[in-house]
């Protein structure tokens, strides 16, 4: 089932167009991981979702309600669903007093609100705390305690807003843990925006990427990262080789020359016009030819810069044309490579991809 379908969705602030002909689904049970780079408009859809703000236009449903329409639901579809911001909102109060607000709002029995505020706050580890000063905790105790206060109203649908954007890798961890948990025990929907693509992949069963204001794209996260649907979104998920290339067959699969290097690929041309993507991860490096590789692709070539990323190391290759390779530091040391080192690359055609040469 379908728990949010946006179409055309629009927001204006003044004359400026933020968001434009949004189109997104959301399936009951799925953690959605939104991103995009900064500016794309990420905060400004989860607020449209969450009906905290009115979108200027398009059809929005959630839960089966037609927002639009319904305008007199808002505050009962509200109640179905929470919201965690980037910045953890904690009032200077106990840390039992912030989590029992939700509930109070929501003219809860004493004892009903005193059982769920406990159990919330076990949900994320933090019952030792209950008489403690909500200010006086660490950031990402502070953000818990927020997560705490949202799960206490059992939300059909979450929304988290660059949760652990100003947290350390231990408080995210922990909270992507309990994330994570809450969606398998709980069935909760999540849509989490985040510009941290390893969060994206960690945590979501599906990925929706916003470029200017819009989702450009939504899928798995193979395909959002293995085969982007054009050149921004190929850059934003971080694809080290986006080459143009001119497309010279088209049977069976696609040839396409870079430079003087032909390349086989197993995506049919998309367009007249097209670049070639590669993961530096998918080309595999070798001192010798290969005596049996499957990989339709390979060639001699030349390494003309080893560049160290820890635990990476970024391995530039000349085979006619420039093509990247990210190999694993102890990969790199084994096979001892170095600038002016004659190599072999292997490419599997299911890993070059095309997209547009234009955008
Ligand atoms: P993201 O969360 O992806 O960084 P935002 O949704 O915060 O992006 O912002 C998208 C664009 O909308 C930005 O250019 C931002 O300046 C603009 N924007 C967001 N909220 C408002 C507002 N209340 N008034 C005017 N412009 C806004
Ligand atoms: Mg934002």
């Not at 900064?38 to 905290?52: A, H, V």
């Not at 396409?256 to 016009?273: D, L």
Request: aromatic content about 4%; charged content about 25%; proline content about 5%.
């Amino acid at each position: 089932m379908t728990v949010i379908e946006a179409q055309d969705v629009r927001k204006i602030y003044g004359d400026m167009e933020v968001l434009h002909d949004v189109g997104l689904a959301i399936r009951e049970g799925e953690i959605l991981g939104l991103i995009g780079p900064s500016g794309s408009g990420k905060s400004t859809l989860l607020r449209i979702l969450d009906l905290i703000e009115p979108p200027s236009g398009g059809e929005l449903s959630i839960l089966g309600i037609d927002t639009v329409k319904e305008r007199g639901r808002w505050l009962d579809l509200r109640r179905r669903m929470g919201m965690l911001f980037q910045r953890p909102i904690v009032f200077n109060a106990s840390v039992y007093d912030n989590v029992a607000m939700g509930l109070r709002y929501r003219r809860a029995s004493r004892s009903e609100i005193d059982r769920k505020v406990k159990e919330a706050l076990e949900a994320v580890g933090l019952s030792r705390y209950i008489g403690s000063r909500a200010t006086d905790l660490s950031g990402g105790e502070q953000q818990r305690v927020a997560l705490s206060r949202v799960l206490v109203t059992d939300p059909e649908i979450l929304f988290l807003d660059e949760p652990t954007a100003n947290l350390d890798p231990g408080s995210t961890a922990t909270i992507e843990a309990i994330v994570a948990r809450m969606n398998r025990e709980r069935g909760i929907t999540v849509l989490i925006s985040t510009h941290d693509l390893a969060q994206g992949q960690r945590l979501a069963h599906r990925i929706a990427v916003m470029i200017d204001g819009t989702v450009a794209q939504a899928g798995s996260p193979r395909e959002i990262f293995h085969a982007p649907k054009d050149k921004k979104i190929a850059r934003f998920v971080g694809v080290q080789n986006i080459i143009p290339a001119r497309v010279i067959s088209r049977e069976g699969l696609t040839t396409v020359e870079v430079k003087e290097r032909r390349i086989v690929s197993a995506t049919p041309p998309p367009a007249e016009e097209v670049a070639v993507v590669i993961r530096g991860e998918d080309v595999s490096l070798h001192r010798r030819e290969p005596g049996y590789e499957e990989a339709e692709n390979l060639f001699p070539a030349r390494v003309t810069a080893v560049e160290p990323m820890a635990p990476f190391v970024n391995v530039t290759v000349d085979c006619g044309c420039d093509i990247i390779a990210l190999v694993t530091a102890r990969r790199a040391e084994a096979l001892e490579l170095a600038a002016g080192m004659d190599v072999w690359v292997s490419l599997p055609a299911k890993v070059v991809h095309l997209v547009p040469r234009d955008g």
